[in-house]
């Protein structure tokens, strides 16, 4: 069974800092595009962050740029997310999703549009409130 398992969500006060991690099973990563979105209540889900399959290209959304900084570390089969200056709308569920590399040819471009991607984790929920 293919899984990826999101962990590394809670609550932070405004300006704190987290970091989340997609582990996977059942699948080698190095072959994967995977992207960070996340989901606010009653927003649509929307893309954070991705990176590439050797982690040589990365892309973030305005929102969040200069504030995470995504990781992998393909020997762990893990991608991580480090948040940083956490803000109260950075509040939302967050999911790593993993496509593959030859359906993702352009990062920058093509990794916020989820449909692209094939298996998706249950999520953590990250509060930020203080």
């Known amino acids: 069974q293919l899984h990826l398992v999101e962990s590394g969500g809670g609550l932070v006060q405004p300006g704190g800092s987290l970091r989340l991690s997609c582990a996977a099973s059942?699948?080698?990563?190095?072959?994967?595009?995977i992207g960070w979105f996340r989901q606010a209540p009653g927003k649509e889900r929307e893309g954070v962050s991705c990176?590439?399959?050797?982690?040589?290209?990365?892309n973030y959304a305005d929102s969040v740029r200069g504030r995470f900084t995504v990781s992998r570390d393909n020997a762990k089969n893990t991608v991580y997310l480090q948040m940083n200056s956490l803000k109260p709308e950075d509040t939302a569920i967050y999911f790593c999703?993993?496509?593959?590399?030859?359906?993702?040819?352009?990062?920058?471009?093509?990794?916020?549009?989820?449909?692209?991607?094939?298996?998706w984790g249950q999520g953590t929920q990250v509060t930020v409130s203080s």
């Open positions: 990176i590439s399959s050797s982690g040589d290209s990365t």
């Open positions: 999703a993993a496509a593959p590399r030859t359906r993702i040819t352009t990062v920058r471009t093509m990794c916020g549009i989820s449909p692209l991607y094939d298996y």
């Open positions: 059942g699948f080698i990563l190095d072959y994967y595009v």
